[in-house]
């Protein structure tokens, strides 16, 4: 499909439409390891320094690129490369979510932070192999789009594995929501099975020496690989830098309740789902380096909704405005990244690239927190988020110095870079 051309009924393939559920399997583990694991401790009386020991918990999820490369080199006796991982890590998690279940916080805290972080591992392996499917397997013009569905999936799993399981455990216990969603991920198996095979199939690394090292030359070989970097590690910052103090900006700079925000925030859940889905739209019209510079302009105008608020102070209106407006173009932001992130990968290194991108694009996330709190010191709220929009404008120059490399046909679609004479094309 060329760029300018959209038909919705031919996009809402096999391809695209397993990625909700795919989304959903990915997402389902995160909370139960985090938010939700904590209310479970809480609510049973561990004590609250056993509780910050169990913080720790999500690690593998920001070093799943040190494993990343065996899930490129070795291949299971089943489904394929992709599809055969899948189905492992899925059916693993789920027996993870069993332990877990079965062991009491209050008399072995000890197994169950050992299971946890086994059901971590576990998940982000699931997430290396999930996000090499969806690369693999999207057609360059569906990769905004099936981004957008694959995160609309995974908030929706972040709802249920959260909020959801809070109301749930309420009705039939801690042990029994975690079996219950537990059976959840099993029956995603399903969803993997019914799968399509990947559209674009690399052949795997013959050694783990190459499955390690082959990638990163590969990526580097490439004339424009610092400018990717570039992109990478910016194209979000302004975003992250907005959101690393966000509540601690409307509960103690302005006096709202933790209900109030709570509440907005909520909202704002469902509009970053609106904001996906309407930029993977938009990219199938667009392309990805126009998509890519419009929504990262957007999402950066839009923390001077933080401005106006930090200027009229308390006010639900303006808040509420505010949240909605900064996910919505968040959401749209996200789902021309991801189809970034996919697009800069070879087919014979999908796992260990994307682990490594995406790592490299969650340092903003992680560091943001503590220059944020100090140039707040220094200027104040409103010129702080006046500042992030600056912070911002770095990553939209990275994306235009790059962009005849991102698009190199010039018709809007991305084609995979690299793409050697060991990969083979296949249909669906």
């Not at 997430?127 to 999936?153: C, K, M, Q, S």
């Amino acid at each position: 499909m060329k760029q300018g051309s959209f038909d919705l009924a031919a996009l809402m393939n096999r391809r695209i439409l397993v990625m909700l559920p795919l989304g959903f399997a990915s997402g389902l583990p995160l909370a139960l390891t985090s938010g939700t694991l904590q209310a479970w401790l809480t609510v049973e009386g561990v004590d609250l320094k056993t509780i910050g020991i169990f913080t720790m918990v999500g690690l593998p999820y920001t070093l799943k690129f040190l494993w990343a490369p065996l899930m490129d080199r070795i291949v299971p006796p089943w489904l394929g490369r992709r599809r055969g991982w899948m189905v492992l890590t899925q059916l693993c998690v789920a027996i993870g979510l069993v332990l877990m279940a079965a062991t009491n916080p209050t008399l072995h805290p000890g197994w169950l932070a050992a299971y946890a972080v086994l059901v971590a591992f576990l998940a982000a392996s699931l997430d290396i192999v999930f996000d090499a499917y969806r690369t693999d397997t999207l057609h360059p013009h569906e990769r905004g789009l099936g981004a957008a569905v694959w995160v609309n999936g995974y908030r929706i799993a972040l709802l249920a594995s959260g909020a959801g399981a809070l109301v749930l455990a309420d009705y039939v216990g801690w042990q029994m929501t975690y079996v219950m969603l537990a059976a959840v991920m099993v029956m995603g198996v399903g969803v993997v099975l019914v799968s399509p095979d990947p559209t674009v199939v690399g052949e795997a690394p013959k050694s783990l020496k190459e499955a390690v090292g082959a990638p990163l030359m590969e990526f580097f070989a490439r004339p424009t690989a610092w400018g990717f970097l570039a992109v990478i590690v910016l194209y979000k910052l302004g975003d992250a830098f907005a959101s690393a103090l966000q509540t601690a900006f409307l509960i103690g700079g302005l006096g709202f309740s933790a209900t109030d925000v709570g509440t907005v925030k909520g909202l704002g859940v469902f509009a970053t789902l609106l904001g996906a889905f309407i930029g993977g739209l938009l990219m199938t019209r667009s392309g990805l380096v126009r998509s890519l510079l419009i929504f990262g302009g957007l999402q950066a105008v839009s923390n001077l909704g933080f401005v106006v608020l930090a200027v009229v102070g308390k006010n639900a209106a303006v808040l509420t405005a505010a949240i909605v407006i900064e996910n919505v173009t968040g959401g749209m932001g996200t789902a021309a990244f991801v189809a970034l992130v996919m697009s800069l990968c070879d087919p014979r290194y999908t796992a260990t690239q994307f682990a490594l991108l995406s790592s490299l694009e969650a340092l903003g996330r992680v560091f943001a927190g503590r220059p944020s709190a100090d140039i707040v010191g220094l200027v104040g709220w409103t010129q702080f988020f006046v500042l992030t929009v600056v912070v911002a404008l770095p990553g939209l120059w990275a994306v235009w110095r790059v962009r005849h490399s991102i698009e190199p046909d010039q018709q809007g679609s991305v084609q995979t870079p690299a793409l050697k004479p060991t990969v083979s094309s296949v249909s669906e």
